[in-house]
Structure formats: structure tokens, C-alpha cells
């Protein structure tokens, strides 16, 4: 065959080889019409040599037969049935993405990434996206058993966190973390303990800690112990990870994942203390810590913390961190048993290759972010987006996606945050414009203004009458 392939006709139709129209006609009855430029892409690439019992045409014939095919058109009923099949077609594939997508939905997949190329439809879905981190509900439902103890009412306090009974009254249901932060919270101003976590955490038994507790009374040092509360700290509460740190000393700081850092006080002083126990009990001496770190301001009870520690806590810090002497971590366990921690550890990561990736919605992330920087007037945008290791572009492009800006978390949190230190009376208005990042009183008396529609003075002084209104 030559470049352009050789045609074929029929052997029984030799005389009419030289007659352009009578080819075209032949290939006519023979449906080879289908569309012109198809058969003629079939003769350039030579595809049309599987024809059998045909002649080949004489070289003299190619060119005017190319020539002639340029002219066909597609006989009406061929353009309508392919019109047809398209459009069926394209009906098919639309429906089979409206099916794929009610699947999805269903399944709480994540369609935007997919669609962009970012994950392809045979993966899983990215469970960050679907599970907001929990806790064991331990402190919540000491904090329960302490309001019920001075007789506040429940009822209201529960339904506000989206808490049931059956969830506090089964010890095994968890919590979601968030929820318990505004449970001890909600819990503390109704019998006005302003270090409830600290005080629940001095009495407690230990062992309540639970399946964590006992991993690490097992573990043979103190440094050991504590590596193990960083790997298996999750098991008691999913929205604060343990980071152990030895350097200069040896120190555990504690991050909030998925759940945001200004809302908490009572929690993080219950897990403070809690660790400064747990470390004298497991080695059996009255180990105190060099230094403590948090995150959340000072109020006016908590000098209370500094005697306990035995040093001055460093209240509003950027960091939530509690340090030991350095050779804390070589202290010897009083109840170490290796048979018995190799079993419990084994325990451990089978409840963790249970668990499900953890959500860390943008807004917590950016607002834990904010946190240690709002005092020193740092929380600008660039900043917490480099913090948060992302352009400026993407934070906006993330924050677009939940319907929030950058400026709105800002403010909503200052708002959050002023509210809840003007019921402090130890704290000037001074302070808590520092607190929040203005570098003038006015500043942020004007903004408090434009947020609540009152100026802080007067929030406090409604708060000191309804104060005195319960006691009385």
C-alpha cells in the first residue's frame, strides 16, 4: 500500500475504476459514508486494507477520489442518529455525577478536592474533615457531680452545651472536647469557682485517669512515663496533645487541637495540676516543677496556683508547659512493671487504630494562633498565616470556604475574651486592653462599643450588680 494506503472495490466492478462518480457511489451503497472525513482520515492512515474481495484502485483515480470525498456530506439520517447518540451520551455522564455525587454526600465525602484533582474519586475521604475531637469526660463529669453537690440546677447548663444526662451518667460515652470546656466553664460561674479546674484536680483519684494512668505507673522512669503520656494522651482527651521536651530541662507542653485555646482556663489548670500529682505519686516524691507556663491571663485567685507549684506561674504566656529539673526524666518509677506495660501499651495502640483522623476546623487553628500573639499586638494576618504554614491567598481562600474573614474571628474572639475578663474584677480596663492588643484605652473602649453597644465600664458594673444580686 502506498502512503495514502490503496482503496479497494469490488473485483466484479472492474470498468468503473476510472469514474470518480461511480466510486463514490459504490462506497455509497456500501455505507462507507458515514462521515467523509472519517473515511478520508482512513485512507491516510491505511486503515481500510482490512476490506476484503475488493480491487485496488488505479493510481490515476486517488487524487480525484480525495477530491471528491472533501465534497461528501453526511446523509441527514446518519447526522441525526449521531446528534442522538450524543446527546444520550452526555444525559448519561451528567446523571452518573448527580448519582456520585447523592453517594458522596451520604458518605460525608469530600467532592471540592476531587473535583479539583486533588483526590481521585477511588480514594477515601480526608477524615479531618469529619470528626471533631472528643474526651473521655472525666473532668466534666466531676465538675457535674461538684455543681450538684451545691445544688445548681442542671438542666440548663446541659442543654446549653448540647450535653444529655445519659451521656454524663454513663461513664464510658465520651464527650466532645469543646463541649466539656463550655461545660466547666458554664459549671464555675454558677458556683463562682474561678479555679475550678484547679481545685478538681487536687482531690481527684488518680486512677480515674483511667487506661493512660496506668501505662504510665507501669513504665520504669519518669522521662519514660511521660513519652508514653505524649504517644497515648489522645485516649483521655483528643483536643489537647502532649509534646514531652528535654533540653535545658524537662519540660511537657500541651497544644489544643481542633478546639480553641482562649476559650479554656479550668480545663488546662485540672491537667497542670493533675501532672504535677501524678508525677509525685508514680516516684514517690514531692517532685515540683521549676516552672509553669499559661496561656490564659492571671485572675485574682491565682496565687493559689503559685503556692501549689511551689514557683510563679507565668500567666498569659505563649505557651501552656509545665518543666522539671532536667534529671526528672531519669527518676525511677515506684511501681514500674515492663510485662505489664508491654501489655497495657499494646492495649493503647489498639484503641488509637480505632480512632479516626482528628478535624482541626481553620477557625480553631486561626484562633489558637491569635492567642499568644493578641497581647503583643502581633495578630496580623501574614503573621498567623505564616504560623499556620500557608500564603496569605490560601488562610483567605480557607477562611472564604466556612464563611469567615480573617477580621471577623478577630473581633469575635476580643469580643469572647473581653467579656470574660471584665467579670474579673483583679483586672483594670487598662490590662484587658493590653490583653486584647490595643495599645490605648480608647481604642478599645470604642471597639467594645461597636461590638456590644456598651462601653466595658459598664458591662463590669452590670456584672458586679448581677453579682450581688445572687448573693443577697
Known amino acids: 500500500m502506498g502512503s495514502f494506503g490503496q482503496a479497494h472495490l469490488k473485483a466484479t466492478e472492474p470498468r468503473k475504476h476510472d469514474d470518480p462518480k461511480a466510486v463514490v457511489t459504490i462506497l455509497r451503497h456500501r455505507k462507507l459514508n458515514v462521515c467523509a472525513d472519517d473515511f478520508l482520515l482512513d485512507l491516510v492512515t491505511a486503515d481500510i486494507g482490512a476490506m476484503k474481495n475488493l480491487a485496488p484502485i488505479s493510481p490515476r483515480l486517488r487524487h480525484a477520489i480525495l477530491h471528491r470525498f472533501k465534497k461528501i456530506k453526511p446523509s441527514k439520517s446518519t447526522a441525526l442518529r449521531w446528534t442522538v447518540v450524543l ?51 472525666g473532668i466534666a463529669r466531676l465538675a457535674v457531680a461538684r455543681a450538684v453537690a451545691d445544688g445548681v440546677d442542671l438542666e440548663p447548663v446541659l442543654r446549653k452545651v448540647g450535653i444529655s444526662h445519659g451521656q454524663m451518667e454513663d461513664g464510658k460515652a465520651r ?28 482531690t481527684f483519684e488518680l486512677r480515674e485517669i483511667g487506661l493512660l494512668y496506668f501505662v504510665l505507673a507501669s513504665s520504669a522512669t519518669l522521662g519514660e512515663a511521660l513519652a508514653r503520656a505524649e504517644r497515648y494522651s489522645t485516649i483521655a482527651n483528643e483536643g489537647i496533645l502532649w509534646q514531652s521536651l528535654e533540653s ?77 529539673a532536667r534529671g526528672a526524666a531519669q527518676l525511677p518509677i515506684a511501681g514500674a512493671d515492663p510485662y505489664l506495660n508491654e501489655l497495657l501499651v499494646q492495649y493503647c495502640d489498639d484503641a488509637l487504630s480505632r480512632r479516626g483522623s482528628l478535624a482541626s476546623p481553620i477557625r480553631a487553628s486561626v484562633e ?25 491567598r490560601t488562610l483567605a481562600r480557607r477562611l472564604a470556604a466556612e464563611n469567615l474573614t480573617f477580621a471577623k474571628i478577630t473581633d469575635e474572639m476580643r469580643t469572647d475574651l473581653a467579656r470574660h475578663y471584665l467579670r474579673d474584677a483583679s483586672l483594670s480596663i487598662s490590662r484587658i486592653a493590653w490583653l486584647l492588643g490595643y495599645q490605648e484605652v480608647s481604642a478599645f473602649t470604642h471597639a467594645f462599643r461597636r461590638w456590644t453597644g456598651r462601653t466595658p465600664t459598664q458591662v463590669r458594673s452590670l456584672a458586679r450588680s448581677d453579682l450581688e444580686g445572687t448573693h443577697s
Open 175 to 202: 464527650l466532645a472536647a469543646e463541649s466539656q470546656i463550655n461545660l466547666l466553664n458554664l459549671v464555675a460561674e454558677a458556683i463562682q469557682d474561678d479555679l475550678l479546674g484547679f481545685h478538681l484536680a487536687e
Open 248 to 324: 535545658r530541662d524537662f519540660a511537657v507542653r500541651y497544644n489544643y487541637v481542633g478546639v480553641p485555646r482562649h476559650t479554656d482556663r479550668h480545663q488546662m489548670e485540672f491537667w497542670v495540676t493533675a501532672l504535677v500529682r501524678t508525677c509525685q505519686k508514680l516516684t514517690n516524691t514531692s517532685l515540683r516543677p521549676v516552672r509553669v507556663s499559661l496561656a490564659h491571663p492571671r485572675c485574682a485567685e491565682s496565687g493559689l496556683l503559685d503556692n501549689y507549684f511551689g514557683c510563679e506561674v507565668a500567666f498569659a504566656a505563649v505557651q501552656d508547659e509545665v518543666a522539671f
Open 87 to 137: 446527546i444520550v451520551a452526555m444525559s448519561a455522564t451528567v446523571l452518573l455525577w448527580w448519582v456520585k455525587g447523592l453517594l458522596y454526600q451520604a458518605s460525608g465525602w469530600d467532592l471540592k478536592p476531587m473535583q479539583r484533582g486533588v483526590q481521585s474519586m477511588s480514594q477515601p475521604p480526608m477524615a479531618p474533615y469529619t470528626m471533631p475531637p472528643t474526651a473521655a469526660g
Open 368 to 392: 489558637n494562633a491569635i492567642a499568644p500573639l493578641l497581647p503583643h499586638g502581633k495578630a496580623r494576618v501574614g503573621e498567623i498565616a505564616q504560623a499556620l504554614g500557608m500564603s496569605r
